[in-house]
């Protein structure tokens, strides 16, 4: 597969009263065609920002990409003009966000919001959009949707608000969905009806998607690739069945040790990872994950592990991922 | 066999939709919870699940009667709370507490933590002066948190700990009973497990009583000893964990368990999802018959127009609850 997108050692800060905060540091990684990535962490864990710097939707200020290089279609996303980038945003890179409500502007009716993006990018006039309008709102399940073109946004549940972000995120054919969260406020029901809905079109229209999340489950029966973040920095980057049958990250392996499992034995006690995340203002030198770490050494208090390739497919960010590993490989399975 | 401590039968929430600003007519009422029926026994945990809508909530605020129920009966410890009014109301109320979905609204920020948990304890004149402040700092100790907290404003705290100090204040009053709203929604995957394992323990060493509230199936499974499931005001189906997970009877249940992710790439490939069309229809103008028929992929025409019956399709020792005409 051809690479698509290359992010190199992007970093992003935030300059607040309190202080700088290292939302992103040193991330990079690879989106190939038709891939769906999956990228996981908790709040502050710098998934959200490490995504949007790359379509430079960071505030600014407070925000400040201060680093890196976002490579797409042979140039650089971070150094190209403000016009530039917004002939990329929305059109071959769409995204999706978490609250639909938020992101629809309430006073125009769906159809204006969806028509907008058809005649600016694609230079459709009137009639031509409203009729691509209408294929798309079908395209996404929504029912009779020549007349649902003219309603509000609240006129539409949670849901089917969803579902027309979607719409207009693939109004343009983009090569890249991203997709923040996109499930999160919804529930679990809807959440299904949403990823069966992004998955049929993944089949049908071929984009890559780089899909956030903070629950692990969600992206196992969608991402085929899975990113680990943790203060701000990739701790582990490994195919989807690697990642979860043999996590080499302790913060990984106690990720998926900390949830239960609707098909796990009813068992005594959940292994919680102990402590707080770390503080994005005053990071500890070392490891951000060692205060708590149950396989910390001297060593990660100190210095920061590499975030190196332990194998063709797969990056982790530990001193001690090879005794990890042989753990993991050993038949063990937590 | 453990007694009952609560008895609830066939309570119903509605809220009136009203019209007009200085007359106010009713036009219609909201049926939030609409009959719901269950017990639970002395030192168990109830899960109630649902989507968001279902009514989950409601009930909660209305065995606590936080919210006057409209009709119904609710029997804590073989009293009627329905009917009973200020100081005799109180004096059950220092046994059943609540602890909430969110960490950040349901503390005072202009309190410090001390005053917070000691609040309770003021109110039911249990303890003044240096025995509250000792109580206090005991309590603290207990949900995990360090006594010299006491102190401190709830802004200087994470989620997780927010969510301790409202533990520390429910358990002020040395309560029975606790309804767990939605208490860990709020926080982050890798705090879920400290405050899930916090409650198991402080269940195991008070004797408490729980009805845990949520909509996190996994999590329900895990802490719950019998699951109830509830769509739009109405119980469907409520069993043992055990067997509402191995065998689920009720079309919705069926459809919400199979709904829900598994962290297992290999299991996740393999499973066939029940995807449910639609949405869940307004607590409004509920359909009638079943309330689930409008999304129900079993729906028989009988389901269009009887509400069907709540019975047990178990056995006496094994109870297994549901309403669906699929069973009659």
Redesign the interface.
Known sequence: MATLLEVKGLETKFFTHEGVVHAVTDVSYKLDEGETLGIVG??GSGKSVSVLSLIRLIPQPPGKITGGEVWFDGRDLLKVSDEEIRQVRGNRIAMIFQDPMTSLNPVLTIGQQITEALELHLGMDKRQARARAVELLEMVGIPDAATRLDDYPHQF?G??RQRVMIAMGLSCNPQILIADEPTTAL???????I??LVKELREKVGMAIIWIT?????V??LANRVIVMYGGRIVEEAR??DL??RPYHPYTL???H??????AA?TG??????G??PDLIDMPPGCPFAP?CTFKIERCDVENPPLEYVSSTRRVACWRWEEMAARQDGGFRG | MAETLLEVKDLKMYFPVTRGIVIQRKVADVKAVDGVSFTIKRGETLGLVG??GCGKSTTGRAILQLYRPTAGSVKFDGKELTTMKGEELRRQRRRMQMIFQDPYASLNPRMTVGSIIAEPLEIHKISSGKEKQERVQELLRLVGLNPYFAQRYPHEF?G??RQRIGIARALAVNPDFIVCDEPISAL???????I??LL?DLQQELKLTYLFIA?D???V??ISDRVAVMYLGKIVELTD??TL?DEPKHPYTQ???????????????K?Q?I??QG??PSPLNPPAGCRFHTRCPRVMDVCRHVEPEWKNVGTADREHWVACHLYD
Do not use: C, F, W
């Open positions: 908790e709040s549940s849901g089917m529930d679990v029901t809807i959440q299904a009806q990823i069966d903070h629950d692990l489950g969600v196992a029966g989807v069945h979860y049958h106690g990720l998926l900390s949830v239960p499992r609707l098909d009813h006690r959940l292994i919680p990872i102990d707080l995340p708590r | 989507e968001s994470s997780g700990q982050d995957v890798s705090i879920q497990a400290q899930v394992n198991q909509h199936l996994s999590m499974r895990h964990y055990k997970y459809a919400l368990l199979s709904a829900v992710p598994i962290p297992d790439p290999a299991i996740e490939e499973r999802r995807i449910l949405d869940v």
